[in-house]
């Protein structure tokens, strides 16, 4: 089984990287890491050219995840919940799927076998309710079906990393995509 994450936390060894180091361990196969905060990718323009023909006409560190992408199983949205989003950097990344999204609305792409999954943390005890919205219309937008989410709420008074329920979340959604792929 291969497993991309796309990491959307700025903070190497934080609560979003406990959920995904929790997901990884239970993982198996190879598993990928890209941390958006570290990688050169332009969001998207809107520039429309993947209307009339496939892929991205921007030549960036978004190439890398193209490739890495359609050799994934199991694609994982992990983030820290900022202003009840996806973190910034990585909903610019995640806009440079749109290609992906017009293969199939313009030319019948079929979705491949990949499925996907969200590792979510939350400082307080509001909702992650839009950043989960927002995965999921990732996923769609893909065809990609969804097994689910993990959330750590509440970081600020107990890191993910001490979270048992949310580090139990993360572990199963590995176990389930390893089911798909056994
Ligand atoms: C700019 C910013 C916005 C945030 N907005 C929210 C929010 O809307 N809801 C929430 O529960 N926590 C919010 N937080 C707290 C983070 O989600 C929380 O600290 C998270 O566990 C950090 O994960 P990380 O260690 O992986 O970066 C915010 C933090 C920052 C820096």
């Given at each position: ?167 139990s979340q993360?572990r199963e959604l590995?176990l389930r ?6």
């Amino acid at each position: 089984m291969r497993t991309l994450l796309l990491n959307g936390s700025p903070r190497p060894g934080g609560d979003t990287d406990a959920l995904c180091a929790a997901f990884v361990r239970a993982a198996k196969g190879l598993t990928y890491t890209v941390r958006a905060y570290d990688e050169d990718v332009a969001p998207c323009l809107d520039c429309r050219a993947c209307r009339r023909q496939s892929g991205c006409r921007v030549h960036d560190g978004m190439d890398k995840v193209y490739g890495l992408l359609s050799q994934a199983d199991v694609l994982v949205i992990a983030s820290p919940v900022f202003f009840c989003q996806l973190s910034g950097p990585l909903l610019s990344l995640l806009s440079r799927l749109q290609c992906r999204y017009m293969d199939r609305a313009y030319r019948g792409a079929q979705p491949g076998k990949t499925v996907g999954a969200a590792l979510l943390a939350a400082g307080g005890a509001g909702s992650p309710e839009g950043a989960l919205l927002g995965a999921r219309a990732v996923f769609a937008a893909l065809g990609v079906p969804f097994l689910g989410a993990a959330v750590a709420r509440g970081t600020d008074r107990l890191p993910a990393a001490r979270d048992e329920e949310a580090l139990s979340q993360a572990r199963e959604l590995a176990l389930r995509a390893r089911e798909r792929f056994s």
